[in-house]
């Protein structure tokens, strides 16, 4: 990369570089840094992907859904994700639940959207909501999945691999840092041209506009919708892939997307998903309790703001 701008006084110009992990579009952006940081981050991602995938039958998390309720050698990493998974769980009163994989599979999402389309291993467990059977042990080094349940990273999963790689990138010598997985946005350190970072929010009724403009210092952003996991029920039904803890089926709260700030991309994600659970004003006044900023676009099309949403807004 070229030093001349910055010879100059002219802030270096940032690297960046977009590909598909994860089942989803990946953006990494690094300001004061290398492509060789890039090569990082996408290789990051994709080992974590390699762990955490439901669709791979030797990931982490299948082999730990098809041990019936035995404890198996899985990477730290898996430990992490899980053992912040079941904070999520808590945290959010049960509305964001790592333990919905069999629920999914029952109505229908069985096949990897990307890729080979093959189908996800099949798992011996059929109940839901069992979040508290999960154990992680970290000095055994070892996961634990009931035996009658399955469970599904999902959303956390993009949201944490975001933390991770941002932090790594930072602590390679970046001075800004963004990795945005599929919605599930980290941000660290500070862009060479600015104090913040500017996202634009995209609206579900009009893509690609926006319906907001945010300003973000440093955290996580996380969006969660049901516009783009969807296919052909067997009732010849649309079903997404968010469900409700509460009903085992996909949510029906008249939410179509909900967009959540948080100090990381994994808290972000478990209460945008949490808020999908909710009508729009209950969820925005879920966010306010907890202290974070959200929006929330609706069936009808009504835009729905927290009440710190207007720190963020550009």
């Known amino acids: 990369m070229s030093n001349e701008g910055a010879l100059h006084g002219a802030p270096a110009r940032p690297v960046q570089r977009d590909f598909r992990v994860m089942g989803c579009q990946a953006h990494v952006v690094v300001h004061g840094g290398t492509e060789a940081m890039l090569d990082h981050a996408e290789a990051r991602l994709r ?5 955490w995938s439901r669709f791979r ?18 990477h730290e990493d898996t430990l992490a994700v899980v053992a912040r998974a079941l904070d999520a769980w808590r945290q959010t009163d049960g509305r964001f639940d790592i333990t919905m994989l069999p629920a999914l599979l029952q109505h229908g999402y069985t096949h990897s959207a990307v890729g080979t389309h093959a189908p996800a291993p099949s798992v011996p467990g059929t109940r839901v909501g069992l979040s508290a059977g999960v154990r992680t042990d970290f000095e ?10 399955a469970i599904d990273l999902g959303g956390i999963g993009k949201g944490f691999a975001a933390d991770i790689v941002a ?14 997985v599929g919605g599930d946005l980290a941000a660290l350190g500070t862009p060479s041209d600015d104090t913040s970072w500017y996202l634009g929010i995209e609206d579900p009724r009009n893509p690609p506009a926006h319906v907001a403009v945010l300003r973000l210092q440093t955290g996580g952003l996380a969006t969660s919708g049901t516009t783009i996991r969807t296919w052909t029920a067997s009732d010849g039904t649309t079903a997404h892939h968010l469900i409700d803890p509460t009903s085992s089926r996909p949510s029906a709260s008249g939410v179509v997307t909900a967009t959540v700030i948080a100090a990381d991309a994994a808290t972000a994600e478990s209460f945008a998903t949490s808020a999908m659970m909710l009508p729009a004003a209950e969820a925005a006044a879920m966010l306010d309790r907890v202290g974070l900023a959200g929006l929330l676009v609706t069936t009808d099309g009504e835009v729905v703001r927290t009440s710190t949403l207007k720190d963020f807004e550009s």
């Open 47 to 51: 080992e974590l992907e390699s762990l």
């Open 57 to 74: 039958d030797d990931s982490d998390i299948t082999r730990a859904n098809t041990a019936a309720g035995l404890p198996v050698q899985v």
């Open 140 to 149: 055994a080094g070892t996961l634990t999945v009931p035996a009658t349940t």
């Open 167 to 180: 932090e790594e990138l930072i602590e390679m010598g970046a001075t800004g840092a963004l990795v945005n």
